[in-house]
């Protein structure tokens, strides 16, 4: 404010100066009244604040380099989670009826002349050559015709037929081989199955009951053997 005052301080005393030489140099006839000095205030015009330049707006880029629009994706579509299989509950099977087995259809009886050939085989076999170990020491031969006849006859009778087997009709024959010692005493048997457990067992259980046997007549031999079948039928 004192920088301001002392500014004006020169511009005031030019002034007054001024005003004191017009009224030297006026007329002093005149009977006018001299008007009263005005004073003129003074305007003081401040200095507007000083505004910082604006930086210069960029320019546009030229139309060749203007830059592309960038194409933005599409948005994803939501995957859908996938359907868990339905596991269809197990369907209880109802058992099957009880079906009853038909009865069996008879087996043909063997005929006669098969028969007939079983115990022509089964006597050619007893006059066969007999089976010699070591040398000239004979062991087992087959038994003389008359006699596996005896033998055959004790087995036929102690045949018996099962009743199961009977009342489903099951008829067939079955082959065996019996080797006793020299006192009739039944060493060992084999058959041959006829595929029929019932009377495959009724064969076994004769060759058992038809011992003791009587005593073979006496060749030389430790044991004899007799060939035969047993025929289970219905006629």
């Known amino acids: 404010m004192n920088d301001e005052r002392r500014s004006l301080l020169p511009a005031f005393a030019i002034s007054l100066i001024c005003h004191a030489l017009l009224l030297w140099f006026m007329p002093h006839g005149q009977g006018r009244p001299v008007p009263p000095e005005q004073r003129t205030p003074l305007a003081v015009r401040l200095a507007p604040p000083t505004v910082p330049a604006s930086a210069p707006s960029p320019s546009p880029p030229p139309a060749g380099l203007m830059p592309q629009p960038v194409a933005k994706p599409p948005p994803a579509s939501p995957r859908r989670a996938p359907l868990a299989k339905s596991t269809p509950a197990p369907v209880a099977i109802a058992p099957a009826p009880a079906v009853e087995e038909p009865p069996q259809p008879p087996l043909p009886s063997p005929p006669r002349h098969q028969m007939k050939a079983a115990s022509g085989r089964s006597a050619s076999g007893s006059r066969g050559a007999s089976r010699q170990s070591g040398g000239s020491s004979r062991i087992s031969v ?94």
């Open 142 to 235: 087959y038994a003389p015709p008359d006699y596996a006849e005896k033998v055959k006859t004790r087995v036929n009778a102690a045949i018996v037929y099962p009743a199961d087997a009977k009342r489903f009709l099951q008829q067939c024959w079955v082959e065996y081989t019996l080797t006793v010692d020299r006192n009739g005493n039944m060493l060992n048997y084999r058959i041959e199955n006829c595929g029929d457990d019932r009377l495959d067992a009724a064969a076994q259980a004769a060759l058992i009951k038809g011992g003791p046997y009587p005593p073979p007549p006496d060749s030389g031999a430790a044991s004899y053997e007799i060939h035969g079948a047993l025929v289970f039928t219905l006629q």
